[in-house]
């Protein structure tokens, strides 16, 4: 069985598909009809979502919600007592955009958050001479069967940090090489990455957020930082954490079973991906996948069917957090004609070639790699932050071209649609969206 669109429901919010199955790691076998095997990765979410500690923010009463959590946070700061009977704090630093993180297991390194506790983290801030307040930690979220409550702090400023906690085998990572090191079948590694990656997006918010974009004013944190507020009285503008939407799109010629593929100067050579765009103000997704696909390669597209969507906290740090929504766009014209400052090169790709390059492309190895990699800068035996060794591992010698890896949307636009042949040869069938001709 190659194919991966195995169920579809409709969405309460667009009105349109979702026709993304997510499962588990499938290997398909080698078909009689197909010269060669083909990986298909299926995962329960996609990396940065699924975070283990926001699906139910607690009610205002209990302990465990935002304004609880952070009235006895600051009761124990004030009576300098540190650590609280219950709930459990525990608290993850982040250094210019990096958590912390460690590592264990020498044969398979697996990377892990590197939470303190509370009193921890004020005695470590202490001995860089900088003040704990309760201002500075950001509310994450809660598990109440653990009796835990996660908070974020920026300790970018206490530079003797590093080398104290490195003397406990802890580092601060790019949250991309995080990324790329995190095993996608592993659940706890997969929850870890989305709640780093929702720290960073919050904190990174925080960083850009200081003044009150309508007075001026400096803005201060509330409800234990999840939103902010100007300090001017006369204004008092509250503000919110700022998410940026972005489509992305595998534009398809269904007449010839073929994908557009497309390269950007800034790719790795032979990495091809999917185009993608911000939407405007006042343009709705379909609207943004149409003109974003015209602007760049001259090509209509009519029917636009949404796929799945992806936070993406390791854009720009002026972007928090983007949210990437992934749409099957089917072409009306064929001919390219690419805008050259936009886009190096754009291609229509054929299925079989598609499904070889992923055939090809060694994602698994680069994510051991990686592992490794994290597991050395741990342990103090690495120290650098490049990615380019990961995107050469995780290309193949062989492959002309390869795509980015599983923990990315356009990994999986383009895995779907390559797998959604069956092997007798017959497309799957497809949904269509009652809304494609707006
Ligand atoms: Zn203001």
């Given at each position: 069985?190659?194919?991966?669109?195995?169920?579809?429901?409709?969405?309460?919010?667009?009105?349109?598909?979702?026709?993304?199955?997510?499962?588990?790691?499938?290997?398909?076998?080698?078909?009689?009809?197909?010269?060669?095997?083909?990986?298909?990765?299926?995962?329960?979410?996609?990396?940065?979502?699924?975070?283990?500690?926001?699906?139910?923010?607690?009610?205002?009463?209990?302990?465990?919600?935002?304004?609880?959590?952070?009235?006895?946070?600051?009761?124990?700061?004030?009576?300098?007592?540190h650590?609280?009977?219950?709930?459990?704090?525990?608290v993850l630093p982040f250094r210019?955009?990096?958590?912390l993180?460690?590592?264990?297991?020498?044969?398979?390194?697996?990377?892990?958050?590197g939470w303190l506790s509370l009193g921890d983290c004020k005695t470590l801030l202490e001995n860089s001479e900088v003040n704990l307040?309760?201002?500075s930690?950001?509310?994450?979220?809660?598990?109440?069967?653990?009796?835990?409550?996660?908070?974020?702090i920026d300790v970018?400023e206490a530079s003797g940090l590093v080398n104290e906690l490195g003397s406990r085998?802890f580092?601060f990572?790019?949250?991309?090489?995080?990324?790329?090191?995190?095993?996608?079948?592993?659940?706890?590694?997969?929850?870890?990455?989305?709640?780093?990656?929702?720290?960073?997006?919050?904190?990174?918010?925080?960083?850009?957020?200081?003044?009150?974009?309508?007075?001026?004013?400096?803005?201060?944190?509330?409800?234990?930082?999840?939103?902010?507020?100007?300090?001017?009285?006369?204004?008092?503008?509250?503000?919110?954490?700022?998410?940026?939407?972005?489509?992305?799109?595998?534009?398809?010629?269904?007449?010839?079973?073929?994908?557009?593929?497309?390269?950007?100067?800034?790719?790795?050579?032979?990495?091809?991906?999917?185009?993608?765009?911000?939407?405007?103000?006042?343009?709705?997704?379909?609207?943004?996948?149409?003109?974003?696909?015209?602007?760049?390669?001259?090509?209509?597209?009519?029917?636009?069917?949404?796929?799945?969507?992806?936070?993406?906290?390791?854009?720009?740090?002026?972007?928090?957090?983007?949210?990437?929504?992934?749409?099957?766009?089917?072409?009306?014209?064929?001919?390219?004609?690419?805008?050259?400052?936009?886009?190096?090169?754009?291609?229509?790709?054929?299925?079989?070639?598609?499904?070889?390059?992923?055939?090809?492309?060694?994602?698994?190895?680069?994510?051991?790699?990686?592992?490794?990699?994290?597991?050395?800068?741990?342990?103090?035996?690495?120290?650098?932050?490049?990615?380019?060794?990961?995107?050469?591992?995780?290309?193949?010698?062989?492959?002309?071209?390869?795509?980015?890896?599983?923990?990315?949307?356009?990994?999986?636009?383009?895995?779907?649609?390559?797998?959604?042949?069956?092997?007798?040869?017959?497309?799957?069938?497809?949904?269509?969206?009652?809304?494609?001709?707006?």
């Amino acid at each position: 069985m190659l194919c991966l669109l195995s169920s579809s429901s409709t969405s309460h919010v667009l009105s349109l598909y979702k026709i993304f199955s997510l499962q588990s790691l499938i290997l398909t076998r080698p078909s009689s009809h197909l010269p060669f095997s083909t990986m298909s990765i299926n995962l329960s979410s996609h990396a940065f979502a699924g975070n283990p500690i926001i699906s139910k923010t607690p009610k205002p009463s209990d302990p465990f919600s935002p304004n609880s959590a952070f009235q006895t946070l600051k009761t124990l700061l004030s009576s300098h007592t540190h650590e609280p009977s219950s709930p459990n704090f525990k608290v993850l630093p982040f250094r210019k955009g990096r958590p912390l993180a460690r590592s264990t297991g020498d044969l398979a390194p697996n990377w892990h958050l590197g939470w303190l506790s509370l009193g921890d983290c004020k005695t470590l801030l202490e001995n860089s001479e900088v003040n704990l307040i309760e201002e500075s930690l950001v509310y994450l979220g809660s598990k109440s069967e653990d009796d835990v409550v996660y908070w974020a702090i920026d300790v970018s400023e206490a530079s003797g940090l590093v080398n104290e906690l490195g003397s406990r085998q802890f580092c601060f990572v790019e949250l991309r090489t995080l990324m790329v090191a995190t095993d996608w079948v592993d659940a706890r590694a997969m929850g870890e990455l989305a709640i780093a990656g929702h720290a960073r997006a919050l904190l990174e918010w925080h960083n850009i957020s200081r003044f009150c974009g309508h007075c001026g004013g400096k803005t201060v944190p509330m409800e234990a930082g999840r939103r902010k507020q100007c300090s001017n009285e006369s204004c008092k503008k509250r503000i919110y954490p700022r998410v940026d939407p972005v489509v992305i799109m595998l534009v398809i010629d269904r007449e010839n079973d073929r994908a557009l593929l497309s390269k950007q100067s800034r790719f790795v050579p032979r990495m091809w991906s999917c185009l993608a765009g911000f939407i405007e103000p006042g343009e709705s997704l379909e609207e943004a996948v149409r003109r974003e696909t015209w602007e760049e390669t001259g090509i209509e597209v009519g029917e636009v069917i949404y796929h799945s969507s992806q936070p993406w906290p390791v854009g720009p740090s002026s972007m928090p957090c983007q949210l990437m929504v992934g749409f099957f766009a089917y072409a009306k014209s064929l001919e390219i004609n690419v805008d050259k400052e936009e886009l190096e090169d754009a291609k229509w790709q054929s299925r079989e070639d598609v499904k070889k390059a992923l055939a090809l492309a060694e994602y698994k190895k680069a994510q051991k790699t990686s592992a490794t990699k994290v597991d050395h800068m741990c342990k103090g035996v690495e120290k650098g932050q490049s990615l380019s060794a990961d995107f050469n591992v995780e290309s193949g010698e062989l492959a002309p071209m390869f795509f980015p890896g599983p923990f990315a949307i356009a990994h999986h636009l383009i895995s779907s649609w390559a797998n959604q042949v069956g092997v007798n040869g017959v497309e799957a069938k497809q949904p269509t969206s009652s809304l494609s001709s707006l």
